[in-house]
Antibody
Framework: EVQLLESGGNLVQPGGSLRLSCTAS????????MSWVRQAPGKGLEWVSI????????YYADSVKGRFTISRDNSKNTLYLQMNNLRAEDTAVYYC???????????????WGQGTLVTVSS | DIVMTQSPDSLAVSLGERATINCKSS????????????LVWYQQKPGQPPNLLIY???TRESGVPDRYSGSGSGTDFTLTISSLQAEDVAVYYC?????????FGQGTKLEIK
């Protein structure tokens, strides 16, 4: 059974940093691209970032470019999101999501974690 | 960026009736190289992560009931629920994966009338 478990969400002050983790199981993690998608309270979904299977290619939404870094450790089946210089508008539930197609890199997300809440406030 | 606009924002349909949700992209998401529409539909129930329903605009994900169908091409797409069930109450999102950033529609809230 595929499982994605996010952790690391917390209350942080504006300008602060946080690292989210997503531990995967039930599939060959190293064969799939992974993404982070966020959802502000009561709002819609926003794609944040994607990392391809080997970890060499990454892309970001303009709203987080230069502040967030996506990475992965395939030996630990874990996806990360390093978030720096956080702003109030980054407040959201952050989901990690798995690509449907092995090696495809197309962000068709067939499995999602339950999400971890990041609150940016003083 | 490709802007995705869904209509309506909310919809109330009687049990057993048809529900139709529209999604329009600001640019075509049809690829000329493979003739595929890079459009996906998700369902999100309260307190849960999204659930994949339809990809490539019209391919139903395994396990999704056949009352769900997707159609359209280019810039105009539709998600249809042929006979609404109580468990279909949710917010529905379209998303394009034709180009980065991979943008979502604002969501359509579906309720029972």
């Amino acid at each position: 059974e595929v499982q994605l478990l996010e952790s690391g969400g917390n209350l942080v002050q504006p300008g602060g940093s946080l690292r989210l983790s997503c531990t995967a199981s039930g599939f060959t993690f190293s064969n799939y691209a992974m993404s982070w998608v966020r959802q502000a309270p009561g709002k819609g979904l926003e794609w944040v970032s994607i990392i391809y299977s080997a970890g060499r290619s990454t892309y970001y939404a303009d709203s987080v470019k230069g502040r967030f870094t996506i990475s992965r450790d395939n030996s630990k089946n874990t996806l990360y999101l390093q978030m720096n210089n956080l702003r109030a508008e980054d407040t959201a539930v952050y989901y990690c999501a798995k690509d449907r197609g092995e090696g495809s890199g197309w962000p068709i997300f067939d499995y999602w974690g339950q999400g971890t809440l990041v609150t940016v406030s003083s | 960026d490709i802007v995705m606009t869904q209509s309506p924002d909310s919809l109330a349909v009687s049990l057993g009736e048809r529900a139709t949700i529209n999604c329009k992209s600001s640019r075509s998401v049809l690829s000329s190289s493979d003739n595929k529409n890079y459009l996906v539909w998700y369902q999100q129930k309260p307190g849960q992560p999204p659930n994949l329903l339809i990809y490539w605009a019209s391919t139903r994900e395994s396990g999704v009931p056949d009352r769900y169908s997707g159609s359209g091409s280019g810039t105009d797409f539709t998600l249809t629920i042929s006979s609404l069930q109580a468990e279909d109450v949710a917010v529905y999102y379209c998303q394009q994966y034709y180009s980065i950033p991979y943008t979502f529609g604002q969501g359509t809230k579906l309720e029972i009338k």
